[in-house]
């Protein structure tokens, strides 16, 4: 007699179906949210507005996006006496850690009768910072603004970034419109990822894999390469025209701009060296030119690490040593704004 | 062709799909046989050469052995087979170790060597000429008839699933399977696919978890803490047998998809009480291919026992230069051995293991322990880099950064959990009933947590460097 194949198909779909809750339940709590971003159209991706993002790729924080779709407390109605407006990437962004421990909150908390405002995104070059602070700062209407950069990155970062303008200096380019079929993919995927981990986690990791494996296998038969990121020049000099033109564009926003510079540092047995070193020159070059001023935390950490022997960048789920800031690192870049953010008050 | 990467399984589907079309047996031989080839030549396809070329040596050298008048005929041809495989193994991995340690002797006579040549090494060459002449040996020893059709010997030595990372399979163990016909068959199937999953995810999940916190540790010892290198140690403790064993079972389970059987190489080697059970169950094929084909040829324990600790500390030597071109391996070959003689000269007369008790936990935790400061020698890239990581773990000079790296710890903490399940379970194997709609479906929410928490990247096994 012929087995009916409805009972182990039921049995098989139902203990996927509670395999697939009892996972999405752990990952949603403990180790990643689903996805939280939009597409804006003038700065790409972007968070959404109160949503609870859990990040444990690196690290570990669980965070909750303001109203303005940034990590940190909501915009106080009554305008503090002093307001600093934090603009940056990942590394002011701090989701490796606990909100209270990132640098901007360590600040915040050092400066009395201050607010401090992060408006961090990871992955932002100063380009989008500066379409934000064109967009925010009627609003904020910040006493001081404070740039978090990581190098003398406009050109090549991002959706968002500048190009030549024949003679006349730089454009901003926007980000890549989308094409109806991307569009409508993208659609038909968000509706799912956006309230589930674990699809959210299948498109991401479906994303590497796949270009990590085609990357394998072009470098192998020599296909075509990925098409080369949004690039006016590759010279140094060119980057640091383009990132004073971005500066000079935000000092006609507002005069009061401090650039922040986070180095990536090499930490051996007996030394600790800024691996990017160029850059830092190139910040500090630009930010002299245009009477701004610097904050290097270089020497801080580097003295730190050597008193300690423990790296200020890395986690206990990561490489120690490398990627972002621990706590350790967040509370000593955090002291150097403080103090610096007292001076310039 | 790595079992973890996209292309492999684009690939062992096509050749599924392909092997269940075809009818006869004769085709899917042949088949099987150019996928072997197509596997091997994906890396390089100027060794598919070399291959053909041991294959056919082998085979002509067998057949020649066959109709040999008398033993010395059959040993001069005996020796061909070991003189080209013995010297196709030498020139690709040992010639630039042996140039590195002529160089400055040669020096003083005023010959100058080159430092490096520039000589690349076939990806599993130490399995495949391993593999070809214990044919050779057990066809000498009147043990094995060469089979009547070279298209099954070449399909022998090239057989893709074990070819270049072992289990070393002899000819006494496959050939006789050529006997009878391989269709697809569901159940197969079904049993190598659990076999190849749990490879998989030995492989995926824990090795090369273990190896991100195993290599950055290793790569500079000197620059963390005495705990964070203990750790570091046992993470490469675990890596080394995730990978292997890993790379074992998928080996095993795509062969048990297309209906051939190969030999276990592993049976939990962590839970030996001593080094002489380490060694029964740690890459059993080449343990036990040294012994019937290095060890007993020797003398063995025939000779006495000085003979015996000779015969153990060189078939030691070998095996851990078998490895590698390196003094680091052969240090840790050397280890192994003057630990098996101390076994013999102290250990118990009764090969019946005690009940587990104190003194029983207390022989693992010393065999555990050895085993693991050996692997120091099989993992740093030189002695300076061995020694520094020794000093650390030793508590000289403690100081160091601490990390922890939490994923090392939770991967430990289930390999932990699951060896004392073995012990409990008397070594009954933990299987995956994929036969079952609930097996199925765990078996996909295994895939999402592996899908995961896998580092992105295709990483070679370990073994494929020997």
């Given at each position: ?7 182990p198909?039921?049995t098989?779909l139902?203990t996927l179906?509670?395999a697939?809750?009892a996972?999405e339940?752990?990952?949603?709590t403990?180790?990643?949210a ?6 804006d159209?003038e700065?790409?991706?972007m968070?959404r507005p109160?949503?609870r993002?859990?990040w444990s790729?690196?690290g ?7 109203a303005l779709?940034f990590?940190?407390?909501e915009?106080?109605?009554?305008r503090p006496r002093?307001?600093?407006?934090v ?10 850690v606990s909100?209270?421990?990132?640098f ?9 009768g201050?607010?401090?405002?992060n408006?961090a995104q990871?992955g932002w070059?100063?380009?989008?910072a500066l379409?934000l602070?064109r967009r ?6 910040p006493d001081?603004v404070?740039?978090?950069v ?5 050109i090549?970062a991002?959706?968002?970034?500048v190009?030549r ?11 890549r419109?989308?094409s109806?079929?991307e ?6 995927t968000?509706?799912i990822?956006?309230h589930s981990?674990?699809?959210t986690?299948?498109?991401?990791r479906?994303?590497?894999v796949?270009?990590d494996?085609?990357?394998r296998l072009?470098?192998?038969?020599g296909?075509?390469?990925?098409p080369a ?10 980057r640091q ?11 006609e926003?507002?005069d ?8 990536v540092?090499?930490?051996g047995v ?9 850059d830092?020159?190139?910040v500090?070059?630009?930010a ?7 904050i290097?935390?270089?020497e801080a950490?580097c003295a730190e ?9 890395g986690?206990h789920?990561?490489v120690?040593g490398e990627?972002h ?9 955090g002291e150097l ?5 007292e001076?310039?008050? | 062709m790595?079992?973890?990467s996209?292309?492999?399984f684009?690939?062992?589907g ?10 006869s ?10 996928a072997s080839?197509?596997?091997y ?5 100027r060794?598919?050469?070399m291959l053909?070329?041991i294959?056919v040596?082998d ?5 020649r052995m066959e109709l ?16 080209m495989?013995?010297g ?8 630039n170790?042996l140039v ?11 010959v100058?060597?080159p430092?490096?040549l520039n000589v690349i090494?076939?990806v599993g060459i130490s399995f495949i000429?391993?593999?070809t002449m214990s044919y050779s040996?057990?066809?000498y020893r009147?043990?094995?008839s060469?089979p ?7 399909l022998?030595a090239?057989f ?5 990372a072992?289990p070393?399979?002899r000819g ?8 009878t ?8 199937l079904?049993v190598?696919?659990?076999?190849f ?13 273990l190896s991100?916190f ?5 790569a500079?010892?000197?620059l963390?803490s ?8 046992l993470?490469y403790t675990?890596?080394?047998y995730?990978?292997f064993?890993?790379?074992t079972?998928?080996?095993i ?10 030999p276990e190489?592993?049976?939990h080697?962590?839970i030996s ?15 036990t291919?040294?012994r019937?084909?290095?060890y007993i040829p020797l003398?063995g324990?025939?000779?006495g026992?000085a003979?015996t600790?000779?015969?153990l ?6 095996g ?6 390196s003094w ?12 098996l003689?101390?076994?013999?000269l ?5 090969d019946?293991?005690r ?7 207390a ?7 050895f085993v693991?400061v050996c692997?120091?020698?099989f993992r740093a890239?030189d002695?300076?880099?061995a020694?520094?990581?020794?000093r650390?773990?030793a508590w000289?000079d403690p100081?160091g950064v601490?990390w ?5 710890l939770v991967?430990?903490?289930i390999?932990a959990?699951?060896?004392v399940?073995?012990?409990l379970?008397?070594e009954?194997?933990w ?8 097996g199925?479906?765990l ?10 928490f896998?580092?992105?990247g ?9």
């Amino acid at each position: 007699m012929k087995r009916s194949i409805a009972p182990p198909l039921l049995t098989f779909l139902g203990t996927l179906a509670a395999a697939l809750v009892a996972l999405e339940l752990v990952f949603h709590t403990f180790l990643l949210a689903p996805d939280f971003k939009f597409e804006d159209p003038e700065l790409g991706p972007m968070n959404r507005p109160h949503v609870r993002v859990v990040w444990s790729q690196e690290g570990f924080g669980v965070h909750y996006t303001n109203a303005l779709g940034f990590f940190g407390p909501e915009l106080r109605a009554e305008r503090p006496r002093f307001r600093v407006l934090v603009l940056g990437s990942s590394w002011a962004e701090a989701l490796n850690v606990s909100p209270s421990d990132g640098f901007v909150a360590v600040a915040g908390s050092l400066v009395e009768g201050s607010e401090f405002v992060n408006a961090a995104q990871a992955g932002w070059s100063p380009v989008p910072a500066l379409v934000l602070l064109r967009r925010v700062y009627p609003e904020i209407r910040p006493d001081l603004v404070v740039l978090q950069v990581s190098g003398v990155n406009a050109i090549e970062a991002g959706s968002v970034h500048v190009e030549r303008d024949g003679d006349a200096g730089w454009r901003i380019v926007p980000p890549r419109t989308r094409s109806d079929l991307e569009l409508r993919l993208k659609n038909a995927t968000d509706g799912i990822s956006r309230h589930s981990a674990i699809v959210t986690m299948l498109l991401q990791r479906a994303n590497q894999v796949l270009a990590d494996q085609s990357a394998r296998l072009r470098a192998k038969f020599g296909g075509p390469t990925a098409p080369a990121p949004p690039s006016t020049g590759e010279s140094s000099d060119e980057r640091q025209e383009a990132f004073r033109w971005v500066l000079r564009q935000m000092l006609e926003v507002t005069d009061h701009i401090l650039v922040l510079y986070v180095p990536v540092l090499s930490y051996g047995v007996e030394r600790c060296a800024n691996t990017g070193e160029r850059d830092a020159a190139g910040v500090r070059r630009v930010a002299n030119e245009l009477v701004l001023e610097m904050i290097d935390p270089t020497e801080a950490l580097c003295a730190e690490y050597l008193r300690t022997k423990q790296p200020l960048h890395g986690f206990h789920n990561a490489v120690m040593g490398e990627g972002h800031l621990n706590v350790a690192g967040h509370r000593i870049v955090g002291e150097l704004l403080a103090r610096s953010v007292e001076a310039a008050r | 062709m790595i079992y973890s990467s996209f292309e492999f399984f684009v690939f062992f589907g096509l050749l599924l799909a392909a092997l269940a079309a075809l009818g006869s047996e004769n085709a899917r031989r042949n088949l099987l046989l150019v996928a072997s080839y197509v596997f091997y030549g994906w890396w390089d396809y100027r060794f598919c050469f070399m291959l053909l070329g041991i294959t056919v040596v082998d085979y002509f050298v067998s057949l020649r052995m066959e109709l040999a008048p008398d033993r010395d005929h059959r040993r001069r041809w005996l020796l061909v087979s070991l003189c080209m495989n013995l010297g196709l193994l030498a020139f690709f991995k040992y010639t630039n170790f042996l140039v590195g340690n002529l160089r400055g002797p040669l020096a003083a006579f005023g010959v100058a060597l080159p430092a490096h040549l520039n000589v690349i090494l076939p990806v599993g060459i130490s399995f495949i000429t391993f593999q070809t002449m214990s044919y050779s040996i057990d066809v000498y020893r009147g043990r094995l008839s060469p089979p009547r059709r070279f298209r099954d010997f070449a399909l022998f030595a090239a057989f893709f699933p074990q070819l270049v990372a072992g289990p070393i399979v002899r000819g006494i163990f496959f050939l006789p399977q050529l006997a009878t016909i391989h269709p697809i068959r569901l159940e197969n199937l079904r049993v190598g696919a659990e076999i190849f999953l749990r490879g998989f995810v030995k492989k995926v999940l824990f090795a090369d978890r273990l190896s991100i916190f195993a290599d950055a540790v290793f790569a500079n010892p000197a620059l963390y803490s005495s705990p964070t290198c203990w750790l570091a140690a046992l993470a490469y403790t675990g890596q080394i047998y995730f990978d292997f064993s890993g790379y074992t079972d998928m080996a095993i389970g795509v062969g048990r998809c297309l209906g051939f059987q190969l030999p276990e190489n592993f049976r939990h080697p962590y839970i030996s009480t001593n080094l002489s059970e380490f060694w029964q169950r740690w890459h059993i094929s080449l343990s036990t291919w040294l012994r019937d084909y290095l060890y007993i040829p020797l003398g063995g324990n025939r000779r006495g026992t000085a003979r015996t600790y000779v015969n153990l500390m060189i078939t030691m030597l070998l095996g851990g230069l078998w490895h590698g071109a390196s003094w680091t391996f052969v240090a840790w070959g050397a280890l192994h051995g003057l630990g098996l003689v101390v076994h013999r000269l102290f250990g118990r007369e009764s090969d019946e293991p005690r009940p587990w008790g104190a003194r029983r936990l207390a022989s693992w935790a010393g065999t555990f322990l050895f085993v693991v400061v050996c692997w120091v020698f099989f993992r740093a890239k030189d002695f300076p880099a061995a020694w520094a990581m020794l000093r650390k773990m030793a508590w000289i000079d403690p100081a160091g950064v601490h990390w922890f790296y939490v994923h090392a710890l939770v991967i430990l903490a289930i390999a932990a959990v699951l060896h004392v399940g073995t012990v409990l379970r008397k070594e009954r194997p933990w299987v995956l009933p994929l036969d079952r709609p609930t097996g199925l479906a765990l078996a996909c929410a295994l895939l999402l947590v592996v899908l995961f928490f896998a580092p992105v990247g295709t990483n070679p096994f370990i073994y494929f460097q020997f």
